[in-house]
């Protein structure tokens, strides 16, 4: 019996649907840096998207922890990262 499903559809993503996906990614990396400060880590969460979602989230936290700071480029992303570890940061998301 043939379905009428396709098996495979092609093409490419709206922007809903791109936006959707970052959306979901950025609730996964908050749950997993929040789960982990209630484990007792030191965590902070570099954020790179352009829109901040996370930042937006962080200031209308009333708990200052975990710590977001946004990322523009590469090169902020490497001295960020050095200076995590100094800080003692034990996850980075």
């Known amino acids: 019996m043939k379905s009428s499903a396709p098996a495979l559809e092609l093409g490419t993503e709206s922007e809903g649907e791109k936006v959707m996906r970052h959306g979901e990614i950025d609730l996964m990396r908050v749950g997993l840096a929040v789960a982990a400060m209630e484990d007792g880590e030191r965590v902070f969460i570099l954020e790179t998207d352009h829109q901040g979602t996370i930042s937006n989230w ?22 960020a990262l050095r200076a995590l570890e100094q800080r003692g940061c034990t996850l980075t998301t």
């Open 58 to 79: 962080a200031a209308r936290r009333t708990n200052p922890e975990p710590v977001v700071e946004r990322i523009a480029n590469r090169f902020q992303l490497e001295r």
